[in-house]
């Protein structure tokens, strides 16, 4: 069966400083891979998603992820924060088919402090 | 486009009581999904619908029945709700397995 792991619950980080949320895997068959983010009392939206081809994959507000087929992670990670960054964000997993049943981690609360 | 919209937003139970959480979208998504978020336990699957005429189980199915109206709604019924029930629910569409899944804003249901 697969299962995602997030280790970390939150992570506190200053302003301009970098970020790494670590997420692994634990699946059998391919996998597709994907980052959510969920802001304060709202619904949650895709970050950025990796299906095949380059292993390095980037969302347009400054966050990237690495596929890592022999660890099997696929961290997140941005250069520099903003408090505009403090949300939670969950790791998710697929093994494809015409359902897309998606496997959460536990989430990470990113709390970025001024 | 409106998304995905859920309704009601907000709601209090009292035990035994039952209660439908409505779910439409208007992005002709063939697959929709009803998640319960929990501190400490991420989302997980209650139900699904590849398609318009098909549920299935996921996860964490009991004490929960799903009806696929048409392909825009897909609605969650709790025939007698109980304490362990009180979370928040969120109903997601997309049109295919690569597709990003869309999420709707979340019912926050408490069961007293």
């Known amino acids: 069966a697969q299962s995602v792991t997030q280790l970390d619950s939150q992570v506190p980080v200053f302003e301009e400083a970098p970020v790494e949320l670590r997420c692994n895997y634990s699946?059998?068959?391919?996998?597709?891979l994907f980052w959510y983010v969920q802001y304060p009392n709202q619904g949650l939206q895709l970050l950025l998603k990796?299906?095949?081809?380059?292993?390095l994959v980037k969302s347009i507000n400054g966050f990237e992820a690495e596929f890592n087929k022999s660890q099997t992670s696929f961290h997140l990670r941005k250069p520099s924060v903003h408090i505009s960054d403090t949300a939670e964000y969950f790791c998710?997993?697929?093994?494809?088919?015409?359902?897309?049943?998606?496997?959460f981690g536990t989430g990470t609360l990113l709390a970025v402090q001024p | 486009n409106a998304g995905v919209t859920q309704t009601p937003k907000f709601q209090v139970l009292k035990t035994g009581q039952s209660m439908t959480l409505q779910c439409a979208q208007d992005?002709?998504?063939?697959?929709m999904y009803w998640y319960r978020q929990d501190p400490g336990m991420g989302l997980r699957l209650i139900y699904y619908?590849?398609?318009?005429?098909?549920?299935d189980k996921g996860e964490v199915p009991n004490g929960y029945n799903v009806s696929r109206l048409n392909k825009r709604e897909f609605s969650l019924r709790l025939e007698s709700a109980a304490p362990s029930q009180t979370s928040v629910y969120f109903c997601?569409?997309?049109?295919?397995?690569?597709?990003?899944?869309?999420f709707g804003p979340g019912t926050r249901l408490t069961v007293l």
């Open positions: 699946s059998s068959v391919s996998v597709y």
């Open positions: 990796y299906l095949s081809g380059s292993t």
């Open positions: 998710a997993v697929s093994d494809g088919g015409a359902t897309n049943k998606l496997i």
């Open positions: 619908s590849a398609s318009e005429g098909t549920t």
């Open positions: 992005m002709n998504h063939n697959s």
């Open positions: 997601a569409s997309n049109v295919g397995w690569t597709d990003t899944q869309y």
